[in-house]
């Protein structure tokens, strides 16, 4: 059965507000990345933002609703214009091809308030930064931030090659003393052990990249002491495609069927039932969904439940996990 | 016996842990009386941190010292009270770097105060060991008159600065590194339960 459900009883969406924009402004950054700017169709400002935010980009893609989160890369001081930037992947689901053929300036286009899962402790007596490739957006809010307000931060930034480093001639002109660019084409490693080795006292260590660099920051950093409370990282998982499945959503009595490329989530929402999220990523656990019954396998791939919640078959995180088996009955 | 299982309380309330090693660059250790045991039996389970740690020891009516110092400490002070050793706390902590690790143990005045001196350096509190060992008695608050009352073991005592007969509470506060002792007779002046000790 499919349709919508205008009796859910489901919880409304936090955030469900959504902010109505103009495409003010696209620039080509390289052969990969692209900047989107957008204005308030309102022609007011944007609510204000902090640095690491992030803000969920509605594409209507024909007859399909994409939503993809991306970094603010904007100044938060500047609410005129938000900004992101968009890395093309080929292999993805289709939203960064969508908005890098098909997005002009001009389009009209529906952006989430700003969330923030990825803060400046603003305690910390120092901020470094260690960012791959496109991770650097969250870090160009955060140093617009600090800059503000004479912050004390350092960043090393890690990119593919200098065709492939977006903002690095930005940065460099500006910060010159604070960033350290290194290009895998030649061979240039973040000296991690030498760089975590006397840090001052009461300084914070943020990591955004790919998930190597993540795992390899962290690790590296928990064993020389750094406690767990000094490492942030900002890590989305996109949802993964996986085998059709069913499910049952009890409140709102109805059956989905989730197909192979979209997310459970997306399956949810298809259907018109207002589930919560915030990051769709795997990160932020506002959608955690309580399962009623099932007979299978859950495929968990966020990393917001704990290992027993994970074992224990009573939880699932639509955004990006999925499920193969006979039966999964959802709270929902 | 040293050790003392707290019941449970509010959740305002510190709770406290067994010390263990864990990695890192530079170990500080800060106790007072009865502390230092613990710092023994953490020695005892890794005697790799010595030489790395630095331990900062106030015996306050003990005789530890020798047994602590035995334990070749990288460096060991001994201060006559904790006001004197404050500054060279502050002192570690400016120097410091990312890596060291913090293990706190004694009564809970002490580790408080040393707690809230690291979190003033920028160190989350989290990330920092504290065993209780010895005493029971609290550093108080008066939340009349804000003057603190040190090694209170009776409940209800009397403000040492105002003279309020003042209710022991589990109400702590992290900053101050000070529980809160709030007047127990205001509205009727003179109706003072009698003062008992702190957990008999």
């Not at chain 1, 942030?232 to 049952?248: I, N, S, Y």
């Not at chain 1, 997310?263 to 915030?278: H, K, M, Q």
Request: aromatic share 8%; glycine share 8%.
């Amino acid at each position: 059965m499919t349709g919508t459900a205008p009796n859910s009883t489901a919880p409304k969406t936090v955030g469900a507000a959504k902010l109505a924009v103009r495409v003010s402004a696209i620039t080509t950054l390289n052969a990969l990345v692209t900047r989107f700017e957008f204005q308030r169709i309102d022609g007011a400002d944007f609510p204000t933002f902090s640095g690491g935010a992030h803000t969920v980009v509605e594409m209507m893609d024909g007859e399909k609703k994409r939503l993809n989160p991306y970094s603010l890369m904007s100044d938060p001081a500047e609410l005129s214009t938000y900004a992101i930037s968009v890395r093309r992947d080929d292999q993805g689901r289709g939203g960064s091809l969508f908005m890098h053929q098909k997005i002009k300036v001009g389009d009209e286009m529906a952006l989430s308030y700003p969330v923030n899962l990825f803060v400046l402790d603003l305690r910390a007596r120092k901020h470094l930064f260690v960012a791959g490739g496109i991770g650097i957006t969250p870090f160009l809010a955060q140093i617009k931030q600090l800059e503000a307000i004479g912050g004390n931060w350092e960043l090393h930034y890690s990119c593919r090659s200098p065709d492939l480093g977006s903002y690095v001639d930005e940065l460099t002109e500006y910060y010159p003393h604070a960033t350290s660019v290194y290009y895998d084409d030649k061979k240039q490693l973040i000296d991690l052990d030498n760089l975590l080795d006397g840090q001052p006292f009461g300084t914070h260590l943020y990591v955004c990249g790919p998930k190597g660099m993540i795992d390899w920051v962290r690790k590296t950093a928990t064993a020389t002491g750094w406690p767990q409370a000094h490492v942030h990282h900002e890590e989305f998982f996109a949802p993964q495609p996986g085998r059709p499945f069913a499910v049952r959503l009890k409140k709102s009595e109805l059956t989905v069927e989730v197909g192979a490329q979209e997310s459970l989530l997306e399956a949810i929402e298809r259907l018109g039932v207002d589930a919560p999220y915030l990051c769709r990523g795997g990160a932020c656990g506002q959608c955690e969904t309580d399962v009623l019954d099932s007979d299978g396998t859950f495929l968990h791939r966020d990393h917001w439940l704990e290992d027993d919640e994970k074992e224990s078959g009573e939880k699932i995180m639509p955004c990006v996990s999925r499920f193969e088996g006979k039966i999964l009955v959802l709270n929902r | 016996m040293s050790t003392f299982e707290f019941p449970p309380s509010i959740r305002s309330r510190p709770v406290y842990c067994v010390l263990e090693a864990r990695p890192g660059k530079a170990h500080l250790m800060i106790a007072d009386a009865e502390g230092a045991e613990a710092l023994i039996d953490l020695a005892l389970r890794a005697p790799e941190l010595m030489a790395k740690a630095h331990v900062i020891y106030i015996p306050k009516a003990t005789d530890f010292g020798a047994a602590l110092n035995a334990l070749n400490p990288a460096q060991y002070y001994e201060g006559p009270s904790y006001s004197a050793a404050v500054s060279r706390i502050k002192r570690v902590f400016s120097d410091a770097s990312m890596g060291l690790q913090i293990y706190l143990s004694g009564t809970e005045g002490l580790m408080g105060q040393a707690l809230s001196e690291a979190m003033q350096a920028g160190y989350d509190h989290t990330a920092i060991q504290t065993e209780h060992r010895g005493s029971l008695a609290r550093r108080m608050q008066c939340v009349h008159c804000k003057g603190i009352t040190e090694d209170v073991s009776n409940d209800p005592f009397q403000c040492s600065h105002c003279g309020l007969n003042l209710f022991v509470r589990d109400h702590y506060s992290r900053r101050l590194a000070a529980f809160q002792g709030v007047c127990i007779d205001a509205e009727e002046p003179g109706n003072v339960p009698p003062s008992k000790e702190l957990y008999s």
